[in-house]
């Protein structure tokens, strides 16, 4: 990767241990970051622009056997197809990574590689300590520094 790419992808969260994890990759392709995750694509964007992809289909079955799917956050290798359809070829591992256990009791990743997580919760009556201390507990759990944002002091008498 040039010094020039490495400069482009800063302001988006690259540091060298991600450039680390990207080079033992071993498939070719332009590192970019997923910023979106729909049902049948992704959004990446390259450090100038987001361009709409899709996850190579070994790709996408390995990672659902491995339970493992495209999150935001996820630092990839894509490439555009001689039809200029952008595909994902490789995911490096996650330096981070957010989960929680959906309904039936599968790991759903919520979000990867992130140093900070802003925990929102308004003193109105959603206030929810039990919730909060479960949202901490899973931040912390990934390694990942919490700042609670507390909102709505205004329109309400109770919030000591």
Not at 60 to 78: I, Q, Y
Not at 105 to 112: D, P
Not at 131 to 160: C, F, H, N
């Amino acid at each position: 990767m040039t010094p020039e790419h490495q400069d482009r992808l800063r302001p988006i969260g690259y540091t060298p241990l991600i450039g680390q994890g990207l080079a033992q990759l071993d498939t070719a392709g332009t590192a970019m970051r997923v910023t979106e995750v729909h049902r049948d694509s992704v959004v990446l964007h390259d450090g100038d622009h987001e361009s709409r992809g899709q996850a190579l289909p070994a790709l996408a079955r390995t990672a659902t056997l491995a339970g493992e799917s495209l999150a935001v956050g996820d630092w990839v290798l894509a490439r555009t197809d001689d039809y200029g359809a952008l595909w994902v070829t490789a995911r490096m591992a996650p330096v981070t990574q957010i989960a929680r256990r959906a309904s039936d009791g599968a790991r759903q990743c919520l979000v990867s590689n992130v140093d900070t997580a802003l925990l929102v919760m308004g003193l109105d009556g959603d206030f929810n300590l039990r919730r909060l201390e479960r949202y901490l507990a899973m931040v912390q759990g990934a390694g990942v520094w919490p700042v609670v944002v507390l909102t709505k002091r205004d329109i309400t008498d109770s919030a000591e």
